[in-house]
């Protein structure tokens, strides 16, 4: 399975971006999928996941109430609405895909990742 993510980019604080992830090669439905993140300096840290249906999300605290995931089985695609951005959401972020069904929230669930794009926020 191959990961490409896109849609990051240079925004004002307050601003919006919104990152698509597409999956190929030998995808399955039933991915859990996630976004994480990693600043300079720090660990790679989960974002948000998503259960294989899109039903079910999980998103950290720092960006819950802004940050909205879902997927498109049909397109084999993910995104991550991210609005209110401040700029401590300035990172690399990754898509990744898991073999579990369910909503998946630690790193080491994940068995594939995308090669990441960059979202910094100015102030």
């Known amino acids: 399975v191959q990961l490409q993510a896109s849609g990051g980019g240079l925004v004002q604080a307050g601003g919006s971006l919104r990152l698509s992830c597409v999956a190929s090669?030998?995808?399955?439905?039933?991915?859990?999928l996630g976004w994480f993140r990693q600043a300079p300096g720090r660990e790679r840290e989960v974002v948000a996941a998503?259960?294989?249906?899109?039903?079910?999300?999980y998103y950290a605290d720092s960006v819950k109430g802004r940050f909205t995931a879902s997927r498109d089985i049909a397109k084999n695609t993910m995104y991550l609405q991210m609005n209110s951005l401040k700029p401590e959401d300035t990172a690399v972020y990754f898509c990744a895909a898991s073999s579990k069904t369910g909503v998946v929230i630690y790193r080491s669930g994940y068995d594939y990742w995308g090669q990441g794009t960059q979202v910094t926020v100015s102030s």
């Open positions: 998503i259960n294989w249906s899109g039903g079910t999300t």
């Open positions: 090669g030998r995808t399955r439905i039933d991915y859990g």
